[in-house]
């Protein structure tokens, strides 16, 4: 069997699956690409026919990763479309409609293997911040403030986040799954 892929087009996501998959010994490749996506309510749901679609064309075993950001005070918007308002109004423009409201990341990975599509979940609570923070430049993290915390995402480093993470706790039950299962 060839080994885990994770496709994605985006780095920063690739850092930080990668330094969860090195701390437990797991060998992972980056199958660099950016694919279409269906438009639907659920990022389950999207990030689930992408999986499938992918999978007729990209050599088993391989994971992508879905993530939202859902604001409170702005009824659960960018929601899946985060990636479209963060190249549009981008974070100046969240923090105008919506600084200090709640808002939650979720994190959709599917996994691929044997046609068969299994997805893992992580959800990250917090607050959306009145300025842009220092940091890393990941999306929304300058301007996302977890809760219990005074920094902001930006502010943590990659294995610092996967510890409190939506994608790190979705990327823990993957590798759960993996030894669990002994896919490598
Ligand atoms: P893929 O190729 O993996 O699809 P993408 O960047 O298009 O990469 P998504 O659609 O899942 O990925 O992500 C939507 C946007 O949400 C993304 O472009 C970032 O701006 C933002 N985002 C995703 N995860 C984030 C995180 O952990 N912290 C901050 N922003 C994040």
Not at 2 to 11: V, Y
Not at 114 to 134: C, H, P, R
Not at 164 to 171: F, L, Y
Request: glycine share 8%.
């Amino acid at each position: 069997m060839c080994m885990l892929k994770f496709i994605t087009s985006n780095e920063h996501k690739y850092l930080e699956v990668s330094v969860a998959f090195e701390k437990v010994g797991l060998p992972l490749s980056w199958y660099r690409k950016k694919y279409e996506e269906i438009q639907a309510d659920d990022n389950a749901v999207i990030c689930r026919d992408s999986c499938i679609k992918l999978g007729k064309d990209i050599e088993q075993p391989f994971f992508i990763d879905d993530t939202g950001l859902y604001i409170e005070q702005l009824n659960g918007f960018p929601g899946p479309y985060a990636s479209y308002v963060q190249d549009t109004i981008g974070n100046t423009g969240i923090i105008k409609l919506a600084s200090g409201s709640n808002a939650y990341f979720k994190t959709v990975i599917s996994l691929m293997q044997d046609n068969k599509v299994q997805q893992f979940t992580g959800i990250l609570k917090g607050t959306i911040a009145d300025k842009e923070n220092n940091g890393n430049k990941f999306g929304y993290d300058p301007i996302f403030i977890p809760d219990g915390y005074d920094l902001a995402l930006s502010q943590l480093s990659p294995a610092e986040k996967n510890l409190i993470s939506h994608r790190g706790k979705a990327i823990n039950n993957l590798i759960n799954f993996l030894i669990l299962n002994n896919i490598r």
